[in-house]
């Protein structure tokens, strides 16, 4: 968490940098005017009104989050151009310079962040495939997370994005936590419940719970709705797992944590040597974790898949990119798939953002997954070896194509 203050207390000072920057090149642009020459500080108020006044009306109609986000981006982007612009006019009028990065970091900031937009807001569909030398059937999940219903998305488009699963035919859904938010009314948890009765996965559908289902930043308040998450659930045929196991057909055995944040909330979770042990070792083991914080001791217990939300994918760039490299938030992964001996891994991007409305490093999706038997091969020819069992904890092998 002291991690994430300081990220914030940078933001918010480079918020403030971005500000004066961009009021002190309005100020560059009319500097040589008549005005300027006779009343120079009420210019720049002047430029610092005008300045605040779009942030104000930034503020108004997007929040105070997403016009950091705004500003920071403008101011960036001005920079870079003022830098750009300079270096390639030396010689050129200085005021029609600063005109023309002014209106070219317009342009960038306009374009990159309409693209950002555009990515939260446009739910799109990412196919992976695992395989597995284990004696199970092909098996097609649908795996998505991060609903946040209320916060960012409505029930009424909650229920076509289940009918755009379905279309997928996926043989199981699995819900990989914070369905709901902190600020989600119970009417909108009610009718969000009720629009998980639309899918149609003959191996049903199944739920771990997030942070924000829980009301981790907001716990009190949060109990009823937790409450009501669950009977709401639960009268949608959704099976819940909290450091449960639940055996599926022909070989495959499903598993679902608590959220990581219990822990922090005086209520430890199972260890994930301890819940795997109730896996028969010759099954395939599918392990649900909302937050993918666990991933030595989930390897070590010899889980074959596990899937996770929580990232948003970093949302946008910069964030992933600190979050990959400062190990921020304790992610063993922040958007993707990869392997750590025997176990995959993969981590979706969520089905839209959580306070930020942008997402410059990823996209909002939903997984179909398909976990592929194939042959055991023999290490040296490749050739595979007839009538012999696969290792009860095999390799996988991952490749993967996003459809956009």
Same mark, same amino acid.
């Given at each position: 968490?002291?991690?994430?203050?300081?990220?914030?207390?940078?933001?918010v000072?480079?918020?403030?940098?971005?500000?004066?920057? &961009?009021?002190?090149?309005?100020?560059?642009?009319?500097?040589?005017?008549?005005?300027?020459k006779?009343?120079?500080?009420?210019?720049?108020?002047?430029?610092?009104i005008? +300045?605040l006044?779009?942030a104000?009306?930034?503020?108004?109609?997007l929040?105070?989050?997403?016009?950091?986000?705004?500003?920071?981006?403008?101011?960036?982007?001005?920079?870079?151009?003022?830098?750009?612009?300079?270096?390639?006019?030396?010689?050129?009028?200085?005021?029609?310079?600063?005109?023309?990065?002014?209106?070219?970091?317009?342009?960038?900031?306009?374009?990159?962040?309409?693209?950002?937009?555009?990515?939260?807001?446009?739910?799109?569909?990412?196919?992976?495939?695992?395989?597995?030398?284990?004696?199970?059937?092909?098996?097609?999940?649908?795996?998505?997370?991060?609903? =946040?219903?209320?916060?960012?998305?409505?029930?009424?488009?909650?229920?076509?994005? +289940?009918?755009?699963?379905?279309?997928?035919?996926?043989?199981i859904?699995? &819900?990989?936590?914070?369905?709901?938010?902190?600020?989600?009314?119970?009417?909108? +948890?009610?009718?969000?419940?009720?629009?998980?009765?639309?899918?149609?996965?003959?191996?049903?559908?199944?739920? +771990?719970?997030?942070?924000?289902?829980?009301?981790?930043?907001?716990?009190?308040?949060?109990?009823?709705?937790?409450?009501?998450?669950?009977?709401?659930?639960?009268?949608?045929?959704?099976?819940?797992?909290?450091?449960?196991?639940?055996?599926?057909?022909?070989?495959?055995?499903?598993?679902?944590?608590?959220?990581?944040?219990?822990?922090?909330?005086?209520?430890?979770?199972?260890?994930?040597?301890?819940?795997?042990?109730?896996?028969?070792?010759?099954?395939?083991?599918?392990?649900?974790? *909302?937050?993918?914080?666990?991933?030595?001791?989930?390897?070590?217990?010899?889980?074959?898949?596990?899937?996770?939300?929580?990232?948003?994918? %970093?949302?946008?760039?910069?964030?992933?990119?600190?979050?990959?490299?400062? =190990?921020?938030?304790?992610?063993?992964?922040?958007? %993707?798939?990869?392997?750590?001996?025997?176990?995959?891994?993969?981590v979706?991007?969520?089905?839209?953002?959580?306070?930020?409305?942008?997402?410059s490093?990823?996209?909002?999706?939903?997984?179909?997954?398909?976990?592929?038997?194939?042959?055991?091969?023999?290490?040296?020819?490749?050739?595979a070896?007839?009538?012999?069992?696969? *290792?009860?904890?095999?390799?996988?092998?991952?490749?993967?194509?996003? &459809?956009?």
């Amino acid at each position: 968490m002291i991690l994430w203050d300081i990220l914030i207390a940078l933001s918010v000072i480079f918020t403030v940098l971005s500000l004066c920057g &961009i009021t002190r090149h309005l100020y560059g642009i009319l500097k040589d005017t008549a005005l300027a020459k006779r009343r120079p500080f009420a210019l720049a108020a002047a430029c610092a009104i005008c +300045v605040l006044g779009a942030a104000a009306l930034s503020l108004t109609l997007l929040g105070a989050v997403n016009t950091a986000v705004v500003i920071l981006h403008f101011g960036a982007f001005l920079l870079a151009a003022a830098s750009l612009v300079h270096h390639f006019f030396k010689k050129g009028n200085k005021r029609t310079a600063n005109v023309a990065a002014l209106c070219l970091a317009l342009l960038c900031t306009a374009g990159y962040l309409g693209a950002a937009y555009r990515n939260s807001a446009e739910i799109r569909k990412t196919e992976y495939t695992v395989f597995t030398e284990k004696a199970v059937p092909k098996l097609r999940i649908a795996l998505f997370a991060d609903a =946040h219903i209320g916060a960012t998305l409505d029930d009424e488009k909650f229920s076509a994005i +289940v009918e755009k699963i379905n279309a997928q035919q996926p043989d199981i859904v699995l &819900i990989a936590g914070d369905f709901i938010d902190e600020n989600t009314a119970v009417e909108e +948890v009610t009718a969000a419940c009720a629009a998980l009765r639309g899918f149609t996965a003959p191996l049903g559908v199944y739920y +771990v719970f997030g942070n924000h289902d829980t009301g981790f930043f907001e716990k009190e308040k949060q109990q009823e709705k937790v409450q009501l998450l669950r009977k709401g659930l639960q009268k949608s045929g959704v099976r819940i797992l909290e450091d449960a196991g639940y055996a599926l057909e022909n070989g495959y055995y499903l598993l679902g944590r608590a959220d990581a944040g219990s822990e922090e909330n005086d209520a430890p979770r199972a260890d994930a040597k301890t819940l795997l042990e109730k896996a028969p070792p010759e099954c395939y083991t599918i392990l649900l974790d *909302h937050q993918p914080t666990d991933y030595k001791k989930e390897a070590e217990a010899g889980a074959d898949l596990v899937l996770s939300g929580h990232t948003h994918g %970093g949302q946008l760039l910069p964030l992933q990119l600190g979050m990959r490299l400062l =190990h921020a938030g304790g992610v063993d992964l922040v958007y %993707g798939m990869k392997t750590l001996g025997n176990t995959a891994f993969c981590v979706t991007s969520g089905l839209n953002s959580w306070g930020i409305r942008f997402k410059s490093g990823c996209f909002s999706e939903y997984v179909i997954l398909t976990i592929e038997p194939q042959k055991k091969r023999h290490p040296a020819s490749g050739q595979a070896m007839p009538d012999k069992q696969p *290792h009860p904890r095999t390799r996988h092998d991952v490749s993967a194509r996003a &459809i956009f």
